[in-house]
T-cell receptor, first 112, second 109 residues
């Protein structure tokens, strides 16, 4: 089975801190995604990557950046965390040519 | 509008049928999807329907598609407590997933 692993289940950070959220997938998928999930808003795409060192902005990239140095790892970076970035963050991957997404379990981030 | 819309909550009694509705926007979607999110977990693909189909049945799940009205529904027969979860419909536009707001299904014993 495909496994998408997010390094932290819960994270508490302070306003202004730099935050790294890590995601690793073990099935050699080309495409990786970062979403945030908020009640009543569903999932919103922050950034995605279709290859190593490639990245594309999603719908809400402001305040975030990403890094994809290796195929299996996609990192989401909050340069200076703010309280409105408190949310559930979900990583997903999929192989090129298929539409099915495989999700990690999510990281609940609280910014105080 | 550009949103994929769902009602936020649904409550049913164990053993009853549940119907979760979704209105999507892009009629060019090849497939339409239902994902399930159990408490404390990510999303898992539950089922999907090809856009030239009206109905798909998979054990207790029935997906109905009305392309004219851009309406998708998921029916769960004999709903069990293990079906309690958030259900998301999704369409794909230019390889990009657009998710609905999610419907939280609560099953009462």
């Amino acid at each position: 089975d495909v496994k998408v692993t997010q390094s932290s289940r819960y994270l508490v950070k302070r306003t202004g801190e730099k935050v790294f959220l890590e995601c690793v997938q073990d099935m050699d998928h080309e495409n990786m995604f970062w979403y945030r999930q908020d009640p009543g808003l569903g999932l919103r795409l922050i950034y995605f990557s279709y290859d190593v060192k490639m990245k594309e902005k999603g719908d809400i990239p402001e305040g975030y950046s990403v890094s994809r140095e290796k195929k299996e790892r996609f990192s989401l970076i909050l340069e200076s965390a703010s309280t409105n970035q408190t949310s559930m963050y979900l990583c997903a991957s999929r192989p090129t040519g298929e539409e099915k997404l495989f999700f990690g379990s999510g990281t609940q981030l609280s910014v105080l | 509008g550009e949103d994929v819309e769902q009602s936020l909550f649904l409550s049913v009694r164990e053993g009853d049928s549940s119907v979760i509705n979704c209105t999507y926007t892009d009629s060019s979607s090849t497939y339409l999807y239902w994902y399930k999110q159990e408490p404390g977990a990510g999303l898992q693909l539950l089922t999907y329907i090809f856009s030239n189909m009206d109905m798909k049945q998979d054990q207790r799940l029935t997906v109905l598609l009305n392309k004219k009205d851009k309406h998708l529904s998921l029916r769960i027969a004999d709903t069990q407590t293990g079906d309690s979860a958030i259900y998301f419909c999704a369409e794909v536009r230019t390889y990009k997933y657009i998710f609905g707001t999610g419907t939280r299904l609560k099953v009462l014993a």
